[in-house]
C-alpha cells in the first residue's frame, strides 16, 4: 500500500517519526533500482531521473505514450505490407492481420473488418485472384469468420492441384538414349563422330602363310627358305628362270 512521503526531520522529530523517515526513502530506492532493472539500458539512460518512485514510474509512461505513434506506423506497415508467400497456412496468415488490427484498437486507432478483408484478399498471391474479383463482384459482404473459410478451402484446392502436377510430371521419364540390356545407350557425341583409324578400310597387302608378316609370299620368305635348308628339301626351281 502506498504511503504518503514523510516530513522532513526537526529538531521536535520523535524516534518514530525519524524510523518511518528512514523506512520510507529505503522503500523509496528499493522501488526506483526494481524499475531500473526491468528496463533495458537503452530505455532507461533515455529517462529523467526522479528522486521519488512515483514520479520515476509517470516518466517512465510519458515516454512510452509519445512512443505510440511509431507503434501505430509500424503496425499500418505490416497491415498494408504483409504477403502470403504460401509458408503455413492461410488462416494464420489471415489471423496476422486481426492481431494487427487488434492492437491498433487498444492504441485508439481502429481498423474496421472490412479493411481488413481488403488488405487480405490484396495481399495474397496472383493464384487467389479469383477470389479477390468474385468478392469485389457480390453485394454481400464477407466477415472474418467467412473469409478464413473461403480462403482456406481455395488454399487446400490449389496446393491440391499443385501436388496433382508434381506427380504427373515426376511419372513421365526422361528420354535417355536406349536403355535395355544389351544395347548401348545412344551418345550423339560419338554418333558423328569419325571412324577411328582402325576400322578404316586399308589397302590389301600380301601376307605370308609361314611367318605371317604382311609385304610378302611364302615362297619369297626367308625363314621358309632356311627351313627346308634345315629338313634337306630342295625347293624346284622356277621352270620360267
Known sequence: MYKDPPAALTIASTSEDIKYHDEWHRLNRVCKNIMKRTMSETIRG???????????????GERFTESDKAQIAILLNKLMNTRYTGSGTVREHILKFVDYAAKLRTLKNPVSDEMIIHH?????????????TTY????????INELISICVQVDDRIKKEKGEKVVNLTGKSKWKGNNQKGKKKFNPKTALAPASESKVHKPYQTKCYFCRKPGHLKKDCTGFKN???????????????
Do not use: M, R
Open 46 to 60: 533515455s529517462i529523467e531521473e526522479k528522486e521519488l518512485a512515483t514520479e520515476f514510474l509517470v516518466s517512465i
Open 120 to 132: 487480405v484478399l490484396n495481399s495474397l498471391p496472383p493464384s487467389f485472384e479469383h477470389l479477390n
Open 136 to 143: 469485389l463482384a457480390q453485394k454481400d459482404k464477407w466477415n
Open 227 to 241: 627351313w627346308l635348308l634345315k629338313k634337306g628339301i630342295h625347293k624346284e626351281e622356277d621352270p620360267k628362270k
